[in-house]
């Protein structure tokens, strides 16, 4: 069974100032990965996802995220973050081939502060 | 392209009422579908998930049950609702190798 690890539960960061938000994950079959965003009092937005290919994944927002299958990370970042980005980030992975259930991470609060 | 409707957006119940969340996909044929919890302060957590009309695997033992009557669509229901199923409920869709697609949620309030 896989299981996402998170490694920080809040992260404060000044606006405009780079941020990465760290994402392990645990599994014995290939996965596929991913990172959701979640406003206050909203659904789950996915941000972006890697299923093969490039290590190296650019999504919406300017995020990117860069799987590394030796270190089994998935860490997000952003170079110059926005008052805009607060929320809460949320890994995901899910067994390649399987039914895509996805385990979750327990989530990182983003708050930017001016 | 495709949506997902889930309504109703918010939903106060008394404790042992009955319950009825649904859950519309469109612009894609036979879609898995998920059911996913949030409680206060915790992460998601997956309750039901389907591959098929009529194909209903749950991953909790719990108060709560799902069906799909109709291929893009997923319902959760309860019989009488407990104070504890209060939460952030969230449909979701995928196919192989998509990815996963939510909701806006359904927040319930048990009273």
């Known amino acids: 069974a896989q299981s996402v690890t998170q490694l920080d539960s809040q992260v404060p960061v000044f606006e405009e100032a780079p941020v990465e938000l760290r994402c392990n994950y645990s599994?014995?079959?290939?996965?596929?990965l991913f990172w959701y965003v979640q406003y206050p009092n909203q659904g789950l937005q996915l941000l972006l996802k890697y299923l093969s290919g490039s290590t190296l994944v650019k999504g919406i927002n300017g995020f990117e995220a860069e799987f590394n299958k030796s270190q089994t990370s998935f860490h997000l970042r952003k170079p110059s973050v926005h008052i805009s980005d607060t929320a809460e980030y949320f890994c995901a992975a899910t067994r390649q081939g399987g039914s895509e259930k996805l385990v979750f991470g327990k989530g990182t609060k983003l708050t930017v502060n001016p | 392209s495709q949506t997902i409707h889930q309504w109703p957006a918010t939903l106060v119940q008394p404790v042992g009422s009955p319950l009825s969340l649904e859950c519309t996909v469109e612009?894609?044929?036979?879609?898995?579908l998920y059911w996913y919890r949030q409680a206060a302060g915790r992460g998601l957590q997956l309750l039901f998930y389907?591959?098929?009309?009529?194909?209903i695997s749950s991953e909790v033992p719990q108060n709560l049950s799902a069906s799909r009557p109709q291929d893009r669509q997923f319902i959760l229901s309860s019989k009488k609702l407990l104070l504890s199923d209060s939460g952030f409920y969230l449909c979701?869709?995928?196919?192989?190798?998509?990815?996963?697609?939510f909701g806006a949620g359904t927040r319930l309030s048990v009273l």
């Open positions: 612009g894609t044929s036979n879609p898995n």
């Open positions: 389907s591959v098929g009309i009529g194909q």
């Open positions: 599994s014995s079959v290939s996965v596929y």
């Open positions: 979701a869709w995928g196919n192989t190798g998509t990815g996963v697609y």
